[in-house]
Structure formats: C-alpha cells, structure tokens
Nanobody, 127 residues
C-alpha cells in the first residue's frame, strides 16, 4: 500500500514562496504519476499540477501557470511543488496524490485518476 506524506505548508505573505514536498512510504514510486490538488473552504478540490512517472511530462492549472513548478527529486524519492508569487486565493489545503498510471493525459486534473492520497498540508497566504 502506497502512503503519501505532504510537508512544507505554512503562513506566507502575498508575493512570497513556499515549497511543498510529497514523500512516499511504499514501493514502486517510479511507476506512479503524481498530482498536486488543493481545496479551499467551501470549494471543491481542484487539480493544481501533475508530473508523469519519468518526470518528462507536466501540466498546470491556468491559475498557477508561470508561478508554480512541479518536479521529481528521484534521489530524494520526493515530488516537489515550488510555489512563487503566492496570492491570497492560493490559500487552501494542498494534497499530493499518486496515480496507478505512469502518464496522464487531459484528465490529469480529475480526482478519480488517483488511487492514493496524502493527508494534506495547509497553505495560508495573508498579510
């Protein structure tokens, strides 16, 4: 059973940066595409970004393009989400999720594409 643990959330001022980490406890990490999602109070969970199993394919929600970067640190067995130029509307609980597929196409942002989920980490952007 693959388990995921997120870390790196916190309180940051608008315009600031945070780096989220997603680390697995389990096997076959390299076989899974990984996604980052977020859920703000009163809103549905939405896809933020995704990276394929080999790191060669990524995708982003329009709202974060140019500000967020997803990457795989295979030596560290971790997936990162670097978040720059943060805005108050980025405030949410952020979740990482692992798919049973190595690559996801246009459905990368859909919850049902992912079989394993972390517990989430809170990101608050406020002055």
């Amino acid at each position: 059973q693959l388990q995921l643990v997120e870390s790196g959330g916190g309180l940051v001022q608008p315009g600031g940066s945070l780096r989220l980490s997603c680390a697995p406890s389990g096997v076959f990490w390299d076989y899974h595409a990984i996604g980052w999602f977020r859920q703000a109070p009163g809103k549905e969970r939405e896809g933020v970004s995704y990276i394929s199993a080999n790191g060669g394919h990524t995708n982003y929600a329009d709202s974060v393009k140019g500000r967020f970067t997803i990457s795989r640190g295979d030596a560290e067995n971790t997936v990162y989400l670097q978040m720059n130029s943060l805005k108050p509307e980025d405030t949410a609980v952020y979740y990482c999720a692992a798919s049973q597929s190595r690559w996801l196409g246009s459905n990368w942002h859909r919850n049902h594409e992912y079989a394993y989920w972390g517990q989430g980490t809170q990101v608050t952007v406020s002055s």
